[in-house]
């Protein structure tokens, strides 16, 4: 999720343009998604340790190809396929994991988990820009290889070996949300992540309008990621405390909000504070979303239910960004993109109101 430091030196090396390199990202988001989507398949048939063996296998094969070839087809295949097939496994297992390891607040160990997991972004960041001061970038992918290779070494020595017994919940009512439900989630989740996506992935060139310099353009980017980080957190703790359409509505209302109030002021230090609500409620979702899965469909329903909401995220990762692009080109500024996430946020906390409380009830059967 570090990629965009490697965006200009890739365009360098692999002799592709701006939209062709950017092609391995999006190669890697729909990746990730499927990886979330399979995941669920492999805990029922694999030791976490194996998982994450196959993963870190998977990853260092992956970034080695992209880091030996010189064609974008070659990178994108290892980078953006295999490298997003064992983050999208991992991911999952991830949390399933951290559920398991607290079973009495599963979703703070699921926020942690999610948080953490958009810690790596912010430091890889720092860390491949440091490397590609001293190095060209087809070494950087190799030490980032290799660095991935000595965590998932790591990861088999410290989770279980033997695979989780497939009797907890398997009995109950919890295990399997009814289709309706899902759907619903999906579709929250497909609204508040576009529109929260069409913000964050463009929240650089945004503050760009605002004539605040690059330091206030670096400085956009950074706040998304760090109130994400807290999001994530904070997230865990909601989906887990309050009830799924308080938890899902807030977040989504309170963007929303803020993106209203960025509209109507030009102050910097207020479109800055924007851009810190907007990570944070976007980290926030992103954590309830699995938290409530967690809670309603217990242990055992967790990674099927999740795999399945987990598509609209992709979706929405192609979609929201794109569309923010495409409005951008259309009327060169970003006001009618973000009216337009406004609407999509607004759509998806209505959405979830209509979730009712009775959605709590399956976690008390």
């Not at 805990?43 to 992956?62: E, H, K, N, Y």
Request: net charge neutral; charged share 5%.
């Amino acid at each position: 999720h570090a990629f965009s430091v490697l965006l200009e030196p890739l365009e360098t090396w692999l002799g592709a343009g701006r939209s062709a390199v950017s092609l391995v990202y999006s190669a890697a988001i729909a990746a990730i998604t499927l990886g979330v989507f399979l995941s669920a398949r492999l805990q029922q048939a694999l030791s976490p340790r194996r998982i994450a063996m196959t993963c870190g296998v998977m990853a260092v094969t992956g970034l080695s190809v992209a880091a030996s070839g010189e064609t974008l087809i070659v990178f994108l295949a290892g980078y953006g396929l295999a490298g997003g097939l064992a983050n999208g496994i991992a991911y999952s297992l991830s949390l399933a994991q951290a559920a398991r390891a607290a079973p009495q607040n599963p979703g703070w160990a699921m926020g942690l988990a999610t948080a953490v997991y958009g810690l790596g972004s912010v430091i890889f960041a720092q860390v491949l820009s440091l490397l590609l001061a001293h190095m060209p970038v087809h070494l950087v992918v190799a030490v980032l290889a290799a660095i991935l290779g000595t965590a998932s070494l790591a990861a088999t020595t410290l989770l279980p070996g033997d695979t989780v017994p497939g009797t907890e919940l398997s009995h109950s009512s919890a295990a399997r949300l009814p289709p309706q439900r899902v759907a619903m989630l999906w579709v929250i989740y497909l609204l508040g992540a576009s529109g929260g996506l069409m913000v964050i992935a463009h929240s650089a060139e945004i503050m760009a309008g605002r004539d605040g310099g690059a330091s206030t353009m670096a400085l956009a980017p950074t706040l998304v990621g760090l109130g994400s980080i807290a999001g994530g957190y904070l997230g865990g703790t909601m989906g887990t405390q309050l009830s799924a359409r308080s938890s899902l509505a807030l977040p989504l209302a309170a963007m929303a909000v803020s993106l209203a109030v960025f509209t109507l002021t030009r102050s910097q230090l207020t479109g800055l504070a924007v851009m810190l609500i907007c990570g944070l409620c976007y980290g926030a979702l992103i954590a309830i979303i699995p938290s409530i899965i967690r809670r309603q469909a217990g242990a055992e329903g967790f990674a099927r239910t999740f795999g399945t909401v987990f598509t609209a995220w992709g979706l929405a990762g192609v979609l929201g960004p794109l569309a923010a692009g495409m409005i951008f080109d259309a009327s060169g500024h970003y006001l009618h993109a973000m009216i337009l996430a406004m609407g999509l946020l607004l759509a998806g906390a209505a959405a979830s109101l209509l979730l009712g409380d009775h959605e709590d009830q399956a976690a008390k059967t």
